[in-house]
């Protein structure tokens, strides 16, 4: 019988793994999982870890969740896939249909791609595309936000700004325009989120203004940057980017990858904002964390421009094997089920408001200098003095004391640096969650022991 120790044998004499320093493996034990269930995941030692990250914040209805389970099921009888180029199915026109009924106002195409970043770079390409079928050759720039995450592929890469991840491929990466971040962590004292992401729109509105010219389009994630350590921010300054963007002739792209399907306490968060983006990024959540698919949603103006005769060459001639893998969509179809039947929205408030009761006290700590909350994701910062927020040095990990202690206490807490989170599937329970605050308080006195 396999066990943790023979697998991990195995495995790292194989396998390269993703976001690992692989010589932490000397000393840290990797964790085959042999099964899964709602929140829980299982080792092949028997030991039980509930899935406070959503497996990278894709997992949302709980692993091996029996009504996802079985339309897969039934779509591996009909089809497990096809080429979309010429060929269609009918998983994927149900789905565009219904992603253009639940999605903001006027977005009705809907383009695939087969994971987050290369949906990113098809919005990317596709803004510029659009530029030029207008015969505007000058719009060849994107803006970004400071700490902001998009993926990783190159231009994914690019319109990042997340150090850790983007700093050594820089020299291979295009140049973009960079925003201040909204991130409210940032606010003086006395200041409202809103106030703070009024004031950092400023810098955003100074460089549409002088660079409108040769701007194709800002990027952002909504409300939360999530690999750039949680950090939050207020629907007000979406509301103004829709504006400025309309008034500077600029495209507005919506990464809602990490964010949409719930995870900010409404189904999209553009909606806290009332605005409907260019192109609206989707992925992760889409199929409920089973399978890879990312959704691009674009409206008419977008699709008219690229309409025409094949010899204008005006067409998007852009392309991934396994676009709109059918298996992927049955998936994400269970998905909208889900949402629909279960009245989900409305039900995760309760846990909302659990996650913040568990942790109202986090804020005494003396280590700890804020406690936020956007929906469905919680985030705790640890630093070094609280007073003036100096944060743990990144050499000491911190926050892989917080993973460790939780992993022999039943939890997968996985900390951005100095931040421990909670960004679990919707299936949990309040006992769950009040186990992980206890788990997250005790790993964050160690941890901040010296
Ligand atoms: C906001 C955001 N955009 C894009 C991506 C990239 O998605 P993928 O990992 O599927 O390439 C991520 C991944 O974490 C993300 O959080």
């Known amino acids: 019988m396999p066990n943790n120790q023979s697998l991990m044998q195995r495995d790292l004499k194989v396998l390269w793994h993703p976001c690992t320093q692989m010589k932490d493996h000397e000393t840290l034990p990797l964790i085959p999982i042999r099964r899964g269930e709602g929140v829980w995941l299982e080792d092949f030692d028997g030991n039980r870890y509930i899935d406070a990250v959503s497996s990278w914040w894709v997992n949302i209805f709980g692993h091996a969740n029996p009504r996802i389970n079985d339309r897969i099921k039934g779509q591996l009888d009909q089809l497990e896939h096809v080429i979309l180029a010429g060929f269609s199915h009918e998983p994927i026109i149900e789905l565009s249909e219904r992603l253009v009924a639940i999605t903001p106002d006027k977005l009705n195409h809907c383009f695939y791609a087969d994971n987050g970043s290369s949906g990113i770079e098809v919005a990317l390409k596709m803004s510029f595309h659009y530029w030029l079928n207008q015969g505007n050759k000058k719009k060849t720039k994107f803006v970004t936000l400071g700490n902001s995450y998009h993926g990783e592929t190159l231009a994914a890469l690019a319109v990042g700004n997340v150090e850790l991840y983007k700093k050594i491929y820089e020299p291979l990466l295009m140049t973009t325009l960079t925003a201040p971040s909204p991130d409210c962590y940032a606010r003086e004292e006395g200041e409202t989120w809103e106030q703070y992401s009024l004031r950092a729109f400023e810098g955003m509105e100074e460089i549409l203004r002088r660079n409108h010219e040769e701007i194709c389009a800002v990027i952002v994630e909504p409300l939360v940057q999530c690999a750039g350590n949680m950090r939050m921010y207020h629907p007000v300054y979406l509301k103004k980017l829709r504006e400025a963007c309309d008034r500077y002739q600029v495209h507005m792209i919506a990464d809602e990858i990490a964010v949409g399907f719930g995870r900010t306490g409404t189904l999209f968060a553009c909606e806290q904002a009332d605005i409907t983006p260019d192109f609206l990024c989707l992925s992760k959540a889409l199929t409920g964390g089973y399978l890879p698919l990312c959704a691009v949603l674009t409206h008419e103006t977008i699709y008219q421009a690229f309409y025409d005769e094949y010899e204008t060459m005006r067409g998007f001639l852009h392309s991934h094997s396994y676009t709109g893998n ?54 705790i910062e640890m630093v070094k003095n609280k007073k003036n927020k100096q944060p743990f040095a990144w050499q000491e990990r911190r926050g892989l004391r917080v993973y ?23 299936v949990i329970s309040e006992e769950q969650i009040d186990h992980l605050a206890n788990v997250a308080w005790d790993g964050i006195n160690i941890a901040t022991q010296d």
């Open 404 to 426: 460790q202690h939780a992993l022999q206490n039943q939890a997968l807490l996985r900390p951005l640096g100095n931040v421990v989170y909670f960004m679990p599937p919707y």
């Open 326 to 379: 059918p298996l992927a969509c049955a998936a994400a179809l269970a998905t909208l089920d889900i949402f629909e039947q279960d009245n989900v929205i409305e039900n995760n408030q309760k846990l909302i408001r659990k996650m913040a009761a568990a942790t109202a006290h986090f804020t005494d700590h003396p280590n700890i200098a804020e406690v936020r909350q956007t929906g469905m994701i919680l985030a």
